[in-house]
């Protein structure tokens, strides 16, 4: 390779120090990119790629965006997945010597992003670390760098148990240790689709003691450290803003598993992915983009303690007991801004003045805020704002130095207010005075000459002039004017007191520009000092606006206060809270729900589409919206509080993972019943149908009578399979409940009603006439399906004709049946068979489903011997 310039030998020293980074290269007026970068960011960015001669034979592959839309291309790498080096020159080119010295003043990560363009106002944007711990265990550390705020939790079982905690959170990126195992990488890329980044140093900072000092043990220090290293490594600039990392205990929290919390929809819908139809959809009545945020991390993380839980409920009968005074704060909460991020872009160094007065008009809400909330006399939320900081004097000193329209850039001047600074005022002063007297100027010369057009102008390379049309020169007192340059169709020209005028103007516009960038940074620095207190008020505000949301929806909706209970849970006209909201044209027909420790298994039979899987989803979201503070929809609601809630609902293959429909199910129904206790709920849906009706019916049993009888946690489980309504006679906390349907003229209607009892059939055929199904289709099915009915079937060409065991002996294997006398007598004196002394020894109330699985298989082979 040819020599290269002093230049490309800097990039290439830069670039290697940020090789999985795009380096966005100051140069002039534009950021460029070399090489494999080039390469690359031409076909993401759809740009130009030109090349740069590095010699004839191999020119150096090159492309750039200009300096000021660079944001909008940062933001399309970051999306991407993609990291964003900025290089920029560190010296003044006039001093240079050699090439202009030039660094990385800040990497742009997707978990590190500050700029309000490439941030989501209602979602967080978390950056999380991992860091493996001894025992199986891991630590885990959440930072939104936007709003500086931090929390650690430790997780115990595993990497699985990561995956579940990580799974539902918006993490961006992910930061591990670079000595993490391949395999657990593998996994995170693969289940949560994150760009994984590395940090090795877990040295504690002295400059930061406290933001971890008051952290349990070192166990939870060093987890915060790692991520602590990587954001202040990559941003390269004091965060003032950070705030102390706040520890999660999750035993104090309601666990949900990334299965339970996709089968729930709790933030998104599973298929489209969008707000729209979630829990949180029908819940978010926020005003403020922190309420939002706030809002969603509560829906994932319910509280288990119930005095916690009974103080978000006082403060929400308080709200709903006075709907003008709520609508009032409504309002109040409309008008405040982010002051999370808002305080965080101060502390950035990358606010702007617009920000600072957004800022002051929503800092000057806060006495009216406080006013109107002491008025609801509840004694929760006036301890929460006793605690609120006085912020008056920040108020009154942004009212004093920022203008009420600013611009943008804070590089323009026009940002600080008349008053504020006496230099200030002189230079805008002499500036002013300065112009009028140019505007003087200009009228005497017009009676001077007599020239009518005379004007006098001003642009940047040539200053202030006086302009004359060529046709009117023959009017100008021969000597009056210094010629100063010529155009197509006029002369310009100057005179020395002209001259001296400019030069006065534009040393005050000067000065006055560059002392207004110098007072902004001191009036940006004397707000950082607040922020601790901004971030207070900031979450003091998210919080009441959460629990006005969930006053706004529980009156609008007809929602109840929940109590608790010790023992039982009851439940009367309960409502699915999202289904009743879409369903506009129609009214949603309510159910009960009763569980307590005589019956604590719902075995739930009824036809297809009749709404088993929202029965058991309706009473999941239930518990979730109690146990984050809402009330809930029902007439009456007695709950219980648990401690986590597993769910095995729908039907999908996991392809990436290489899994069928069935493994799905078997593996999440196998991380219900290791997990749960018997203060779980567990909710199970058509377990078994993915396989074989033998294996499904023997796996399906086998794991309600393990739920009962070793787990004991409360159950509902929905099943097609009407043999397994014979369990209600052995396990005694099982109970069998059916959806009502009826049927007139062959037409089937579905009455979305619970009760007690079995279903008499499943109405599979009616359900696939509704789906318009072709007629004789459906009269081929009746045909068949009464043959089996009557254990008789035909022989036919078709494939279902070749079954080769009859519908009763699927029957005989959970309701034993009596064989003829003369078959007993028969049999009495034979030798038992293999097979029949393997299932004599089998202990069905130790096994696990994997375990049934497995013996399954191994009798179906001695069979076949």
Sequence with gaps: MAKLTPMMEQYLSIKAAYKDAFLFFRLGDFYEMFFEDAIKAAKELEITLTKRDGNKENPIPMCGVPYHSAPGYIKILIEKGYKVAICEQVEDPKTAKGVVKREVIQLITPGTVMESGMLHDRDHNYIASLSELPGDNFGIVYNDLSTGESTVAIIEGGHEAVIHELYSQPVKEIVVDPDLSEEIRLMLVQQLDITLSTESCTDFREDCRDLYDHLPDEKHRVTFSRMLHYVYRTQKRSLDHMQPAEVIDLQEHLILDKYSKRNLELTETILKK??????????????????????????????????????????????????????????????????????????????????????????????????????????????????????????????????????????????????????????????????????????????????????????????????????????LPEGRYERKQTLANAERFITPELKEKEQLILEAEEKSTELEYELFMKIRDHVKNSIQYIQFAARTIAEMDVLQSFAEVSEKNSYVRPVFSRGKLTIRQGRHPVIEQVMKTSAFVPNDVELDEDRSFLLITGPNMSGKSTYMRQLALTIIMGQIGCFVPADHAELLIFDQIFTRIGAADDLVAGQSTFMVEMLETNHAISCATSNSLILLDEIGRGTSTYDGMALAQAIAEYIHNHIGAKTLFSTHYHELTSLEKTLPNLKNIHVRAEEHDDEIVFLHQICDGAADESYGIHVAKLAKMPPKLIERSREILNDLENGTPKQTSADISKVSEPSTDQLSFFAIQEPAQDKKEQIKDEEPTVVERELASMDLFEMTPLDAMNALYKLKKLAKK
């Design 274 to 475: 969008e707000k729209y139809g979630s829990l949180l959809w029908v819940l978010d009545q926020t005003e403020t983009a922190m309420g939002a945020r706030l809002l969603k991390k509560w829906i994932e993380r319910p509280l288990l303690q119930e005095f916690k839980i009974k103080e978000r409920h006082d403060i929400v009968e308080s709200f709903i007991g006075d709907f003008m005074k709520r609508d009032e704060l409504r309002e109040l909460l409309d008008s405040v801004y982010d002051l999370e991020r808002l305080a965080g872009r101060v502390a950035f160094g990358n606010a702007n003045a617009r920000d600072l007065l957004q800022l002051k008009q929503s800092l000057q809400k806060l006495p009216a805020f406080r006013d109107l909330l002491m008025s609801f006399e509840n004694s929760h939320i006036n301890q929460k704002l006793n605690r609120m900081p006085d912020l008056s004097d920040l108020v009154s000193y942004l009212e004093a130095s920022i203008t009420e329209d600013p611009p943008i850039s804070v590089k323009e001047g026009g940002m600080i207010k008349d008053g504020f600074n006496e230099q200030l005022d002189t230079y805008r002063d002499a500036s002013k005075n300065g112009k009028s007297w140019i505007a003087s100027l200009e009228k005497e010369e017009k009676d001077a000459t007599g020239v009518r057009s005379l004007k006098i102008g001003y642009n940047r390379i040539f200053g202030y002039y006086i302009e004359v049309t060529k046709a009117n020169l023959h009017m």
